[in-house]
């Protein structure tokens, strides 16, 4: 008897770690693409109707308008920044993605209009001339130096999404070897009142030394 016991109680063992060792511990969840559309295009939750939206990543979330709601769908895990954009009015929304799809929104930043935005005129002094650079409403901007403004067949253009001025360049060389537009990138200051440029056009705007606010 006692024999026998032994025996099962040996089996139960074995029979034990066969299955401790079949749990491999993978408990991974899988992605399922979701969609939120809790957020309303409108005044109320956003400060502005948005005729535009963006994602700062893509492959965290995508955005689109539709039925007057902002619809969010998870692409992959991670956070992502939302931009609903009218004219040059922006809102943003913090959303994050779990690994298995799902949508968590996090901080709405309304559209103020106490929030300074690119659109404004800014100055800066260099060897004595002062300058000035009006950017418009409508993605153009114009340059005066001692009050005398900048001519050119083609005007200056200037980008919300990726943070982009551009000037027209005439100059032929080995870098540019035909007439068109240059790009700088802008970076604006917290407070609005102020902002720098970097990249292949920063010298044709005066350098990388900041522009400051006029209004």
């Known amino acids: 008897m006692k ?7 040996a089996l139960t063992l074995i029979f034990g770690m066969a299955v401790v060792g079949c749990d491999d511990g993978n408990d991974d969840e899988t992605f399922t693409s979701s969609t939120n559309e809790s957020i309303s295009n409108d005044i109320n939750s956003l400060g502005l109707v948005g ?3 963006s994602s700062s990543n893509v492959n965290i979330a995508t955005a689109v308008i539709a039925s007057g709601k902002i619809k969010i769908t998870s692409v992959g895990e991670g956070s992502a920044v939302i931009t609903v954009s009218e004219s040059s009015k922006n809102a943003t929304i913090n959303v994050t993605i ?23 005129s800014w100055t800066k002094t260099i060897s004595n001339d002062v300058r000035l650079l009006v950017i418009n409403n409508d993605g153009t901007w114009n340059a005066f130096i001692n009050d005398v403004p900048h001519v050119s067949d083609n005007p200056g253009i200037w980008f919300e999404t990726n943070k982009t001025i551009g000037v027209w360049y005439d100059y032929i060389s080995e ?3 035909e007439p068109g537009y240059v790009y700088a990138t802008y970076t604006l ?9 970097s990249g292949d056009a920063a010298l044709l705007f005066g350098g990388p030394e900041p522009w400051t606010r006029v209004n």
Do not use: R
Not at 102 to 114: D, H, L, P, R
């Open 98 to 120: 779990s690994k298995t799809g799902a949508i968590t929104i996090g901080t709405i930043v309304k559209y103020s209009e106490n929030v300074k935005t690119f659109v404004g």
């Open 175 to 177: 870098t540019h070897p």
């Open 3 to 9: 024999k026998g016991f032994l025996g099962i109680l």
């Open 51 to 53: 005729t535009s939206v």
């Open 189 to 197: 200051s917290e407070n609005g009142d102020s902002f720098t440029l």
